[in-house]
Every structure is written in C-alpha cells, then in structure tokens.
C-alpha cells in the first residue's frame, strides 16, 4: 500500500539558511500533519492543513510557515535556520471521513543545522 | 489540556513474553483517542493500534492489544510472544475531539533480550 512520502530524507544546512521540506500524503487523503521530534524527544505538533486550509496550529516558530497545495502534498519552510531547529521532522497524513482519527506518519525529514 | 504520561523510560523482556507498556492519560473531553506507535532506532513513526472513547471493547492488532481502563484513564500496550525485532521506543498519543492533533507521552524504550 502507498505510504507518506517525504522529501528529502536528510538535509543539512547552516545557522541562518532556509530549508524547504515536502510531504506527499497517502492517496485520497485530506489532512496533512508536521510534526517536530527533537534528539530523544517525544514528536511535538508544528500544523496541521484539511483541504488546504490550515486546520490548527502548535509550537510553530514564526519563521517557519507552511501550506497545502491542490494536490495534497504539503511543504513546510523554515527560515533563518537556528542550531536547535536540529530534529526528525515528521508529515502524518489521515482522512477526516473514516471513524478514527488515524494518523500514518512518514519516513521523517531528519534536518540537521550546523 | 491533554497530557499522556509514560512512566517506564526502559523495559526488559525476553524473546517470546508477553510485555505491558504502561500509558495513562488526562483529558475533560468525553470524545477522544489513543494512540500506539513504534518508532526504530531507524526513526520511522510506525502505527500499531487505536482506541476510540466510546469503543466499547478493546482494540487488538495481531501481537498487539490495548488494556483501554476508561475510569483509572489508562490505555497499556500489550504485546504478545515477544520478538527480537520488537525492540523500539514505543509512543502512546492521544487527540482529544475537535482537534485531530496528536500529544504524545515521552516514550518506553523496550529491549528484547534473546
């Protein structure tokens, strides 16, 4: 079965560059999640989009923004990158009209900030 | 505001045992759902098993059962017949409804011993 997909799988840049990473949902799914996974933490919500509409907000830095695009896939853009910006950076993706809130995660962007 | 709590940072198992991993939470919502995810030391965020509030019985996954205790707010993982390829960090989430964003506990790491 199709699974999320993200790009790329590992990035690396330095203090005060951008970064953009995508997300490419589960075929015929409408909701897109980011989440943030510091070394040795637990996965912190950043945003999340349902129809391409931003549906709820988290712990996003203002120098990070995203969207959904009409197709469904997702990016989230980070700028004036910091050294704790470091993390596994995860794209869920659910379909709001099955009976649970299912989330199915993708591999995880891991960005590394030097 | 939901909270996930995980009180065992480690746990020991041998191959082909039974393990319990431990999960309580704190929600005023009457509407929500629990989460289990594995998460390798590859970094893969890998969905195990859900429990809706008004589910009636408790849901199962193959080796994989959630003990859901409505009243004490716990939900522990179960896993049967240990595998050596179980060992993982292992995270409990829930949403609460009218937000399908997932807060998470600080995880278990279990080790299956040979």
């Known amino acids: 079965a199709a699974g999320v997909i993200q790009s790329p799988r590992h990035l690396i840049k330095e203090k005060r560059e951008t970064a953009t990473l995508k997300c490419y949902p589960i075929?015929?799914?409408?909701?897109v999640y980011w989440y943030q996974q510091g070394p040795g933490q637990d996965p912190q919500f950043l945003i999340s989009f349902y129809e391409k509409m931003q549906s709820d907000k988290g712990s996003i830095p203002d120098r990070f923004s995203a969207q959904q695009f009409s197709d469904y896939h997702s990016e989230l853009n980070m700028s004036s990158l910091e050294l704790g910006d470091s993390a596994l950076y995860f794209c869920?993706?659910?379909?709001?009209?099955?009976?649970?809130?299912?989330?199915?995660f993708g591999p995880g962007t891991r960005l590394t900030v030097t | 505001a939901q909270k996930i709590t995980q009180t065992q940072p480690g746990m020991f198992v041998q191959e082909k045992e039974a393990v319990t991993l431990d999960c309580t939470y704190d929600t005023s919502d009457p509407s929500y759902g629990l989460f289990w995810y594995k998460q390798p030391s590859s970094g893969e965020m890998i969905f195990l098993i859900y429990q809706g509030s008004y589910d009636q019985q408790n849901a199962t996954e193959g080796r994989y059962s959630l003990n859901f205790q409505k009243a004490r707010k716990s939900a522990n993982l179960v896993i049967s017949a240990s595998q050596l390829g179980d060992s993982a960090m292992y995270f409990c989430?829930?949403?609460?409804?009218?937000?399908?964003?997932?807060?998470f506990g600080k995880g278990t790491k279990l080790t299956v011993n040979p």
């Open positions: 075929p015929r799914h409408d909701t």
């Open positions: 869920a993706s659910s379909f709001l009209g099955l009976p649970s809130y299912e989330q199915y």
């Open positions: 989430a829930m949403y609460q409804g009218g937000s399908e964003k997932l807060v």
